[in-house]
């Protein structure tokens, strides 16, 4: 007999469902264990706080057993830097003999792992990080996340539809950031519009005064604008209202990242009115969905799921399906079983595509509005059943 001590959850309050996994004894051969690399520590924590959340409520819900076998989270903190990503993916896969590997907050992090799942033929579950071509870089990659292309067209859509032409694009200069301005440049300008500037900005920015005054200066009739959702999203917004962008007349549209429920009600009246296209909004009306905001709300302090959350949920429910399936083998046999599943999420229906191993989605337009005193991401549109784009190009 040995005691799960494995489980780093030492740091953070906001992990304790997960520590309460791991206080029974269990026997090794009685566990499958399940390496999970999510930022706990550092500028992007907020990602590993909302990913555990979800992964936290799924095995509370359905229970930690399956094919008789007790699953084992092992909680590893990379901190948001890549090599820490792919050192403790390495030790995981090597002295802990994970299962499975997941999380994977941001792009540069997936990207550094996947040969490492490659190599030891470990499904590598990615719960977050959303540059297209992440699914790419391994046969054992499967995503429960998003793409960037995926979720930038309904916006792009709805920018000419609404006779909005000429546009300055403003991102994060890293993947998902060159992702998301080439799909919202390539839907444009098929349609007729302009892009009058292409910027980019470091991925961690905390004055965008000098990127807002160049908007300024290009008059354009809208911004895109692709950044990582969560504190910097609400800075961003706050200065983007300061330096009167929108009393310029300039509307500011984007993926639903800018707008992140985790952070939505900091940025107070400022973020009124935003148009964004996403997968997920905690304001969903599904009965599941409530749900979900309720329990994720009741375990974790009122907290509020945004899309990262249902991604973990949803990794987890892909993962455990899987190993139902195989009885609980990991492997090429793991990553098939996944492959082709399909659910109700709370963000809608979901599939598993079995050619790509990425998720096809429903994407939706939102506004945010105030309902009840609190500002949600309200869905007025959707388009059902979205494939990555990206993937074709
Ligand atoms: C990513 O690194 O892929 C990423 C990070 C933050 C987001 C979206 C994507 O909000």
Redesign the pocket.
């Given at each position: 007999m040995r005691t799960k001590t494995s489980l780093v959850c030492s740091v953070l309050a906001g992990f304790t469902a997960l520590a309460a996994l791991a206080a029974t004894p269990v026997r090794a051969a009685d566990t499958i264990k399940i390496g999970l690399i999510v930022p706990v520590t550092g500028p992007f924590s907020y990602m590993g706080r909302q990913i555990t959340a979800g992964v936290s409520l799924y095995l509370a819900e359905h229970g930690a057993t399956v094919a008789g076998k007790t699953v084992e989270i092992l909680l590893k903190d990379d901190a948001g830097l890549p090599d820490n990503s792919r050192r403790l993916a390495q030790e995981l896969v090597v002295n802990d003999k994970v299962a499975v590997l997941a999380g994977f907050?941001?792009?540069?992090q997936a990207f550094s792992s996947a040969s490492i799942a490659t190599q030891s033929k470990t499904p590598m579950v990615v719960m977050?990080?959303?540059?297209s071509s992440v699914t790419e870089k391994s046969p054992f990659i499967v995503r429960t996340s998003m793409t960037?292309p995926q979720v930038t067209g309904g916006v792009a859509e709805w920018a000419y539809k609404n006779k909005i032409t000429r546009v300055v694009t403003l991102v994060s200069d890293?993947?998902?950031g060159i992702d998301a301005e080439k799909s919202f440049k390539d839907h444009l300008t098929a349609n007729g519009g302009q892009i009058l500037a292409a910027l980019r900005m470091p991925m961690i920015t905390a004055d965008f005064a000098p990127y807002l005054q160049r908007v300024m200066d290009a008059k354009p009739e809208a911004v895109f604008v692709f950044l990582?959702?969560g504190s910097s999203a609400a800075v961003f917004m706050k200065q983007f209202s300061e330096r009167g962008l929108g009393k310029a007349g300039i509307r500011l549209l984007g993926t639903g990242?800018i707008v992140d429920d985790d952070v939505l009600n900091d940025m107070g009246d400022a973020a009124l009115g935003t148009i964004t296209s996403h997968h997920y909004s905690a304001a969903h009306p599904s009965a599941m969905n409530k749900k979900f905001v309720e329990a994720i709300g009741k375990a974790q302090n009122g907290m509020r799921p945004n899309f990262m959350a249902v991604a973990g949920y949803d990794g987890m429910h892909v993962i455990m399906e899987g190993l139902k399936a195989t009885r609980g083998a990991g492997g090429e046999a793991l990553v098939n079983a996944m492959k082709g599943q399909i659910f109700e999420s709370p963000r809608g229906q979901v599939l598993i595509d079995a050619q790509t191993r990425d998720i096809v989605q429903d994407v939706y337009l939102r506004k945010v509005e105030r309902l009840n005193g609190k500002l949600y991401n309200v869905e007025f549109d959707v388009e059902k059943f979205v494939k990555d784009p990206g993937k074709s190009r």
């Open positions: 907050g941001l792009t540069p977050q990080a959303a540059t960037l890293f993947a998902p990582p959702a990242d």
